[in-house]
Nanobody, 123 residues
Framework: VQLQAYGGGLVQAGGSLRLSCVVS????????SAWFRQAPGKEREFVAG????????YYADSVKGRFTISKNSAKNTVYLQMNSLKPEDTATYYC?????????????????WGRGTLVTVSS
């Protein structure tokens, strides 16, 4: 299984970005995908997660109402739509996948990771 994330960039506060994560290789619908982020000097933190089966979504409190995670099963792609961006959202964003549909907030629960994509929000 390989994950490739893209879509980061520089945006002004209040702006929007959409991140994409393409999943390739063999996996089943009994899986969960998530986005994490890591700012310089900080630990990696959970942002949002989605079950491949059923599509249930989960969000960190800090992004609820601003970010939306979704998936396109036909394209094996998970998206993170980020609106009303704030400077504190600046971080490298990583997509991750785990076997089993339970969405965990702990990074160590995920077996597969994509390379990060940098999101910078200017004030």
């Amino acid at each position: 299984v390989q994950l490739q994330a893209y879509g980061g960039g520089l945006v002004q506060a209040g702006g929007s970005l959409r991140l994409s994560c393409v999943v390739s290789g063999r996996y089943s619908n009994d899986a969960g995908s998530a986005w994490f982020r890591q700012a310089p000097g900080k630990e990696r933190e959970f942002v949002a997660g989605i079950r491949w089966s059923g599509g249930n979504t989960y969000y960190a409190d800090s992004v609820k109402g601003r970010f939306t995670i979704s998936k396109n099963s036909a394209k094996n792609t998970v998206y993170l739509q980020m609106n009303s961006l704030k400077p504190e959202d600046t971080a490298t964003y990583y997509c991750a996948l785990r076997w089993g549909s339970t969405i965990h907030e702990a990074a160590q629960r995920y077996q597969y990771w994509g390379r990060g994509t940098l999101v910078t929000v200017s004030s």
